[in-house]
């Protein structure tokens, strides 16, 4: 079956505008989670979706990272006056379930602040 | 603080060779530890689960263990290929649903 899958792959904006990032989960798949990679690193977790609702916000680093689940299927975060400091890429993860079962990556959308 | 650190950075071996990665991490106390191997511009592609009350798990060459006291995990890979050249992950989950990443090993088989 289809993977997670996430739009664009590649953005390149300017400082100070806005920005969406789009993760398609696996179908069926009722949690989701953003993680952010910065070059040579390993990826930090943002926020982790149960449902539609958000369960952990705790590694959004400010208030102008914001991310949305309407349905319980895709998601959208959202970045508000974008800073170079910004630019990594943005993964997106979706599980079976909350009790231990293991999480699968989309390709990922590298973000480039200008 | 719940940490996980993977040493060394980088890994160059020869084609055909057995070897180790290896993990460490802070809290014994975890919930799963999963292996993950991405690709050069590419996602993150799972390899291995072991939860917390197993002691290790095999997928084809590969083959990883848990010493949740010590505090430490192994990714054994079995007669190396070129095409295993990639960063491998690992990366823990503690009692919240998130996952704590190493920074990763970059290997590199040589043919």
């Known amino acids: 079956g289809a993977g997670v899958s996430q739009t664009p792959s590649n953005k390149v904006t300017e400082k100070g505008k806005y920005v969406e990032l789009r993760c398609d989960p696996i179908?069926?798949?009722?949690?989701l989670y953003w993680y952010r990679q910065s070059l040579g690193q390993g990826p930090e977790f943002l926020i982790y979706?149960?449902?539609?609702?958000?369960?952990?916000d705790s590694g959004l680093p400010n208030d102008r990272f914001f991310a949305v689940r309407p349905e319980g299927s895709v998601s959208t975060l959202k970045i508000q006056r974008t800073e170079r400091g910004d630019s990594a890429v943005y993964l997106c993860?979706?599980?079976?379930?909350?009790?231990?079962?293991?999480?699968?990556f989309g390709p990922g959308t590298r973000l480039t602040v200008l | 603080k719940q940490e996980v650190t993977q040493i060394p950075a980088a890994l160059s071996v020869p084609e055909g060779e057995n070897l180790v990665l290896n993990c460490s991490f802070t809290?014994?106390?975890?919930?799963?530890l999963q292996w993950f191997r991405q690709d050069p511009g590419k996602g993150l592609t799972s390899l291995l689960l072991?939860?917390?009350?197993?002691r290790e798990q095999t997928s084809g060459r590969l083959n990883a263990s848990l010493d949740k006291s010590s505090g430490r995990s192994t990714l054994y890979i079995a007669a190396s290929q070129p095409g295993d050249s990639a960063t491998y992950l690992c990366?823990?989950?503690?009692?919240?649903?998130?996952?704590?990443f190493g920074q990763g090993t970059r290997l590199t088989i040589n043919p």
């Open positions: 990366a823990v989950r503690w009692g919240a649903q998130k996952l704590v």
């Open positions: 072991i939860q917390s009350s197993q």
């Open positions: 993860a979706s599980s079976a379930s909350t009790s231990g079962d293991p999480q699968y």
């Open positions: 179908s069926g798949h009722t949690a």
């Open positions: 979706f149960q449902g539609t609702g958000a369960a952990d």
């Open positions: 809290d014994s106390a975890i919930y799963n």
